[in-house]
T-cell receptor, first 115, second 115 residues
Framework: ETGVTQTPRHLVMGMTNKKSLKCEQH?????MYWYKQSAKKPLELMFV???????ENNSVPSRFSPECPNSSHLFLHLHTLQPEDSALYLC??????????????FGDGTRLSIL | DQQVKQNSPSLSVQEGRISILNCDYT??????FLWYKKYPAEGPTFLIS?????DKNEDGRFTVFLNKSAKHLSLHIVPSQPGDSAVYFC??????????????FGKGTKLSVIP
């Protein structure tokens, strides 16, 4: 079982659709993260959860709605997305978001395409 | 404005030689620096890190050097192997206003090791 699993790996959706991205970590970590990677841009942090509580929201539009029902699962609910939202969405986890030396462990990402 | 910069989008090195990947940063408040490696269709994998109070950290073939006065770090891979061919991301860890550590990534350098 890999450490951080993301589903689906690929998603194509229209601008009026509603879909969800799922992330599950099997590492016993307490913090989980959503990142966006657009072409030619660095990874951008979107949300941070610590023990199921959202601690960071980096100016992300409300059409992205995260949910963390427990410390092992993280969702990103998507609705009325725009073409510029097409990107690779990566989930990560770490033992503790208050320790800077703790590395984050990443899933393989969901490649999202908005038509 | 990018706080973490990797100015070389790509680097080619002969097998057995040294690979040197560079990274510059602007924020002197970063506490830790990390290197990640990414193969196509996979998520980034943590490679090595260094605390801002150190100037060198070594792990097998990988060594990271930090020059705080120049706000510069580098990753040395010796000897380089074809399996090292990947995209390498530099990341800096610092505390946000909410008290959690966040990673700021560079755009990455694609390393090709030629057999």
């Amino acid at each position: 079982e890999t450490g951080v699993t993301q589903t689906p790996r690929h998603l194509v959706m229209g601008m009026t659709n509603k879909k969800s991205l799922k992330c599950e970590q099997h590492l016993g970590h307490n913090a989980m993260y959503w990142y966006k990677q657009s072409a030619k841009k660095p990874l951008e942090l979107m949300f941070v959860y610590s023990l199921e509580e959202r601690v960071e929201n980096n100016s992300v539009p409300s059409r992205f709605s995260p949910e963390c029902p427990n410390s092992s699962h993280l969702f990103l609910h998507l609705h009325t997305l725009q073409p510029e939202d097409s990107a690779l969405y990566l989930c990560a986890s770490s033992q503790d978001n208050r320790q800077g030396y703790q590395p984050q462990h990443f899933g393989d990402g969901t490649r999202l395409s908005i038509l | 404005d990018q706080q973490v910069k990797q100015n070389s989008p790509s680097l080619s090195v002969q097998e057995g030689r040294i690979s040197i990947l560079n990274c510059d940063y602007t924020n002197s408040m970063f506490d830790y620096f990390l290197w990640y490696k990414k193969y196509p269709a996979e998520g980034p994998t943590f490679l090595i890190s260094i605390s801002s109070i150190k100037d060198k950290n070594e792990d097998g073939r990988f060594t990271v050097f930090l020059n705080k006065s120049a706000k510069h770090l580098s990753l040395h891979i010796v000897p380089s192997q074809p399996g090292d061919s990947a995209v390498y991301f530099c990341a800096a860890s610092g505390v946000s206003g909410a008290g959690s550590y966040q990673l700021t990534f560079g755009k990455g350098t694609k390393l090709s090791v030629i057999p």
